[in-house]
């Protein structure tokens, strides 16, 4: 059974940092692509980064070009370390894995978490 496990959420001041994780099991994600959407309440999901199967690019919404950060360290962990968070960050966080890249929307991926909760304090 294919689970992705997302862990790191809570709470953080304005301008604060916050690293998420997200780990893969039940197959190998190494051609896959993986990737964070976030959802805010009353609002839709969007999406915040990408990163290719092989770990050579990366794509960025531009709301979180230059404070985000997505990484990951082999074929089933992605990372998105997040800088100078802001109130408007607030959302819950998923991760997401997939063969299409950069994959922008919710459907393209064939995988998704069950998310975490990030709430930035003003």
């Known amino acids: 059974q294919v689970q992705l496990v997302e862990s790191g959420g809570g709470l953080v001041q304005a301008g604060g940092s916050l690293r998420l994780s997200c780990a893969a099991s039940?197959?190998?994600?190494?051609?896959?692509?993986m990737g964070w959407f976030r959802q805010a309440p009353g609002k839709e999901r969007e999406f915040v980064a990408a990163?290719?199967?092989?770990?050579?690019?990366a794509y960025y919404a531009d709301s979180v070009k230059g404070r985000f950060t997505i990484s990951r360290d082999n074929a089933n962990t992605v990372y998105l370390q997040m800088n100078s968070l802001k109130p408007e960050d607030t959302a819950v966080y998923y991760c997401a894995a997939g063969t299409i890249y950069p994959a922008r929307t919710w459907s393209q991926n064939d995988y998704w978490g069950q998310g975490t909760q990030v709430t930035v304090s003003s």
């Open positions: 990163i290719s199967w092989s770990r050579g690019s």
């Open positions: 039940g197959r190998t994600f190494s051609s896959y692509a």
